[in-house]
């Protein structure tokens, strides 16, 4: 099977369960490897930008998350559109971005912008956040919003999900990230994120973004109570609708965390965590990265996944808070020269990216 | 098999591509312990003074006599972790400490006696650079003193202190510390008077790939005169707070570093039956992969660990983690004692 991977193949179903069930670890680590090479040569990417949580008041309150408040909670917070413009001015000296970027005030190449479903904020606020990003930063990548606060968005304002994709579009907004996906199984949904949109429906918004010309990432949750099937399946869906639309960047596979939650349990071993980056890399051959992100995997197992089919470690993040609540261990940022020695001591080449990934600077 | 040379492991070290070399390791530790058991001790660290006249750079743990935060355990204190540790399923307790001007060959013998007519429990105990000290402190031979200690109470002996077995990188790292040649000694008497120690490394500082061949290779000498090495136990040096990390811009060692060291260490050693991974020093992830590049030992449960917590590491773990951690990983998980012998399975 593995043969007719490395000339091309498509993985099935039965194939993919089978992998996962394997421990040959490193017969699926190398061929991921020679996957990866052939699709991104020696280079690994990484990205100068930061992340901001506008707010953690949240209606939803998921059972795997540890960040979410109800309003008027203790720790519950809302940040005004001045308040994240702030955040924005400032940044890395050093960063190749910046030198760009930091003519217009902002050190930064792309801004993460996710946050709790806020009972009160209507849509035009989240309008005008992105609009003011973006006219006081013009060159800043926005990657903003789930699918399901898209969902939400749509809910209270009314619109289709494609009039809301547009408005926020036309605001801004050109990247999407891939969280909310979680794990599409229903039943395992249902017991780890009941009120969360289904599966379908977050893979309903992702390919209207795709058409309105919004660029988007793809997650899994694993590690908390899914099967192997249940990861094909999810990784099937994906890979399924990228055929459709091409729209995915990158694909992320994010490690539970179990502190603070409701479902509670273990962390997922780190050898499973090298084998679903590896068996990621080899089902979804039509995606053009797969990301080991440090904040979920931990330095250490992110640079060792980019020797099993990883090519990207994400950025410098800066102030990371959702997974920190759920007991994260690494740090809540990065350095620039921290992940460009991460990827030279795993023999790779660092590759300064933007959030659309065009390459910056090469090292 | 014939075994690896240091020329070829010298290759391997600067260039294998690293899955390979770690297949090849997963593949010795399988034929080594086909039984798929990882093993764990359960045990406590004891470091009974943090003064310390040797003063490496590398280390965060010392402090001088004169320092508001030296100190030397009484011996209430010391029973009382004893106590804990026993409560634990605890059966050895790790008990090591700075070269204190002050203590006397008294002070240890009297130590490990109180411990032993107290308590039913595995002492594993004083580095080569302690017995040094207490040697050339009074006159005695290696091989006097470590008969003295043993008397007392001493069961084994930790293979602490090694760091990097090469003179050029000692001078540097640690230029009052007991040279190669004694290390190897301490171990040497040890093992002809019957007991076992561990052997360990430290790398990721100043040292050339060249001086970890060679501090592999005298081990491995070593055991193959004497076979008292139980286990080996290579470890990165953690640069927070030290004297090394403020003098010069050494980085920590990557994970990929770690797996490399880890898994050539497997190889290399064809003597040594068991390799330790230092989920201490690696969290427990990697020390998770770690079991697939040669390492088929979790080490200790850690009820206390100061040293590497000096030098800004910390990770706070129970015996239940470890045991699912194993597990976790694809192998069935084990109590063991000092001596590798399994006494309870999970």
């Known amino acids: 099977m593995l043969d007719r991977i490395s000339n091309g193949g498509r993985l099935t179903r039965d194939e993919t369960v089978e992998l996962f069930r394997s421990d040959d670890l490193f017969s699926i680590g190398k061929l991921a490897a020679e996957v990866s090479e052939r699709r991104n040569g020696n280079n690994a990417y990484f990205i100068v930008n930061r992340h901001i949580n506008p707010t953690n008041i949240c209606v939803n309150r998921c059972k795997f998350c540890a960040f979410s408040r109800s309003k008027g909670e203790e720790g519950s917070f809302e940040l005004t559109i001045d308040q994240i413009l702030q955040r924005l001015s400032s940044g890395f000296e050093n960063s190749q971005a910046g030198r760009g970027l930091l003519k217009q005030g902002c050190g930064f190449s792309e801004v993460h912008i996710v946050g709790g479903l806020h009972p009160d904020w209507p849509f035009d606020h989240y309008i005008e956040m992105i609009g003011a990003i973006h006219r006081t930063f013009p060159r800043l990548n926005i990657k903003a919003f789930t699918a399901v606060e898209i969902d939400y968005f749509s809910k209270i304002s009314g619109l289709g999900l494609e009039e809301v994709l547009i408005k926020l579009r036309e605001s801004g907004l050109q990247i999407m990230p891939g969280g909310g996906a979680e794990i599409f199984a229903e039943g395992v949904r249902n017991q780890v994120c009941p009120e969360k949109i289904s599966g379908a429906r977050w893979l309903e918004v992702m390919e209207i973004a795709h058409r309105v010309g919004i660029k988007t990432n793809a997650t899994m949750l694993y590690g908390h109570v899914e099967t192997s099937e249940d990861r094909v399946d999810h990784l099937l869906k994906l890979r399924d609708l990228q055929d459709k639309t091409g729209g995915f960047q990158a694909f992320i596979s994010l490690a539970y965390h179990p502190k603070n939650t409701e479902i509670g349990g273990f962390y997922s071993s780190g050898i499973d965590d090298l084998k679903t980056i590896a068996i990621s890399r080899l089902v979804l051959d039509n995606f053009d990265h797969i990301k080991a992100y440090w904040i979920m995997l931990g330095e250490k197992i992110s640079q060792t996944a980019l020797l099993f089919g990883a090519d990207d470690l994400d950025g410098t993040i800066i102030e990371e808070k959702i997974t920190h609540s759920a007991g994260a261990m690494t740090g809540e940022g990065m350095t620039r020269d921290d992940l460009i020695y991460l990827i030279r001591k795993a023999g790779k080449t660092p590759v300064e990216r933007d959030g659309l990934y065009n390459k910056i600077w090469t090292g | ?346």
């Open chain 2, 1 to 346: 098999m014939d075994r690896i040379t240091k020329e070829r492991a010298l290759e391997y070290l600067k260039s294998a591509n690293l899955l390979d070399l770690g297949e090849a390791a997963d593949g010795m530790r399988k034929s080594l312990h086909p039984e798929g058991i990882v093993t764990f001790v359960v045990d406590r660290n004891i470091n009974y003074t943090n003064v310390c006249i040797n003063q490496c750079t590398f280390c965060a743990f010392y402090r001088d006599a004169e320092s508001p935060e030296a100190y030397v355990l009484s011996e209430d204190e010391l029973f009382k972790k004893i106590e804990e540790t026993l409560a634990l399923d605890g059966t050895q307790i790790l008990l090591q400490g700075g070269l204190h001007p002050d203590l006397g060959l008294d002070y240890y013998t009297d130590l490990l006696k109180s411990i032993k007519t107290r308590f039913e429990i595995n002492v594993h105990g004083f580095s080569p650079p302690e017995v040094c000290y207490l040697a050339k402190k009074h006159n005695l031979t290696i091989r006097e003193a470590i008969e003295i200690l043993r008397q007392a109470g001493l069961d084994s002996i930790p293979g602490g202190g090694a760091e990097i077995l090469s003179d050029r990188v000692r001078e540097v790292l640690s230029p009052k510390k007991i040279k190669s040649g004694e290390w190897l000694r301490v171990m040497e008497e040890a093992h002809r008077l019957g007991m076992r120690t561990t052997a360990t490394m430290m790398f990721g500082s100043i040292e050339e790939p060249e001086d970890i061949i060679e501090h592999l290779d005298v081990i491995r000498s070593l055991q193959d005169r004497t076979g008292g090495f139980t286990a080996f136990i290579p470890w990165s040096f953690q640069p927070g707070n030290t004297e090394l990390s403020k003098e010069s811009a050494v980085r920590p060692a990557t994970a990929i570093d770690y797996l490399r060291v880890l898994a050539l260490s497997r190889i290399y050693l064809d003597n040594v039956r068991n390799i330790q991974a230092s989920w201490v020093t690696q969290g427990l992830k990697l020390a998770q992969v770690a079991l697939r590049f040669g390492a088929n030992d979790f080490g200790s449960t850690m009820i206390e660990e100061n040293v590497v917590r000096a030098a800004g590491v910390s990770y706070s773990v129970s015996k239940e983690d470890i045991v699912h951690a194993i597990k976790a990983a694809g192998f069935d998980a084990a109590q063991r004692n000092t001596y590798y012998t399994i006494i309870r399975k999970y």
